[in-house]
């Protein structure tokens, strides 16, 4: 018998919703762990943890977390969770104590790699407070003075992806440095913006006026909300 297009279809639905469950290893277990700090290396108690992985991933449903567990770090900021031991190419661990605070996330693949002893530590989550940087540029010499500048600063995401127990580098996007500029002239004096970074993140910022030799000057963000102003 032939099958007609939306048999097809359906049965192809069916294929990937139950193909593509998580296999979890029978009677095995493993032990989630490490300690929530701050920038100033102080224990952050009541921290959110939250150990997905991965299920329905196919042309039709995408990609979801499946939750396996949670837990709160303790009053020394440290935490243990014990959970199912699934075999798939996601596992994510997520912190996430609240919105003045940034969040991180641990990935690896558990397809065909087992943590040492079952365990995955942690250590010290990298956990800093958010802060704000106002970015303000505003001309008070005469006209046709032209300012060129470049703005380097640390965002405030944090994403670590490992391979076999070992940091990939290249998928990890961890506080990484970002950078934007522009030229400042009769047409466009001024400018006003706003970055999202963390307490403790320098910003690097390099200016020439009329292209006379390149001057820098380094902040460091010690506030959640931090203005910076800068006349020429």
């Given at each position: 018998?032939?099958?007609t297009?939306?048999?097809?279809?359906?049965?192809?639905?069916?294929?990937?919703?139950?193909?593509?469950e998580?296999?979890?290893?029978d009677?095995?277990?493993?032990?989630?762990?490490?300690?929530?700090?701050d920038?100033?290396?102080?224990?952050?108690?009541?921290?959110?943890?939250?150990?997905?992985?991965?299920?329905?991933?196919?042309?039709?449903?995408?990609?979801?977390?499946?939750?396996?567990?949670?837990?709160?770090?303790?009053?020394?900021?440290?935490?243990?969770?014990?959970?199912?031991?699934?075999?798939?190419?996601?596992?994510?661990?997520?912190?996430?104590?609240?919105?003045?605070?940034?969040s991180?996330?641990?990935?690896?693949?558990?397809?065909?790699?087992?943590?040492?002893?079952?365990?995955?530590?942690?250590?010290?989550?990298?956990?800093?407070?958010?802060?704000?940087?106002?970015?303000?540029?505003?001309?008070?010499?005469?006209?046709?003075?032209?300012?060129q500048?470049?703005?380097e600063?640390?965002?405030?995401?944090?994403?670590?992806?490992?391979?076999?127990?070992?940091?990939?580098?290249?998928?990890?996007n961890?506080?990484?440095?970002q950078?934007?500029?522009?030229?400042?002239?009769?047409?466009?004096?001024?400018?006003?913006?706003?970055?999202?970074?963390?307490?403790?993140?320098?910003?690097?910022?390099?200016?020439?006026?009329n292209?006379?030799?390149?001057?820098?000057?380094?902040?460091t963000?010690?506030?959640?909300?931090?203005d910076?102003?800068?006349?020429?």
């Amino acid at each position: 018998m032939r099958l007609t297009f939306i048999e097809t279809f359906f049965y192809g639905c069916l294929f990937i919703l139950f193909s593509c469950e998580v296999p979890f290893e029978d009677n095995a277990r493993l032990l989630v762990k490490g300690r929530v700090l701050d920038e100033n290396n102080q224990p952050i108690s009541d921290a959110d943890i939250a150990v997905s992985t991965r299920e329905g991933e196919g042309f039709i449903f995408g990609t979801d977390l499946e939750f396996l567990g949670d837990v709160q770090s303790a009053s020394d900021g440290t935490f243990e969770i014990i959970t199912l031991f699934g075999r798939d190419q996601k596992f994510v661990v997520d912190v996430f104590i609240d919105n003045d605070y940034t969040s991180y996330r641990y990935i690896t693949d558990t397809e065909f790699f087992t943590p040492t002893d079952y365990t995955i530590d942690l250590g010290v989550v990298p956990i800093k407070r958010k802060a704000d940087f106002n970015f303000n540029i505003t001309r008070t010499s005469p006209p046709d003075i032209e300012l060129q500048y470049t703005l380097e600063y640390m965002n405030n995401f944090c994403s670590e992806v490992y391979v076999d127990e070992q940091l990939d580098e290249d998928q990890t996007n961890c506080y990484e440095t970002q950078s934007f500029g522009g030229i400042l002239n009769n047409n466009n004096p001024n400018t006003s913006t706003q970055i999202q970074s963390f307490i403790g993140a320098e910003v690097t910022f390099s200016y020439s006026i009329n292209g006379q030799v390149e001057e820098s000057q380094t902040i460091t963000i010690d506030q959640s909300e931090y203005d910076f102003n800068f006349n020429y």
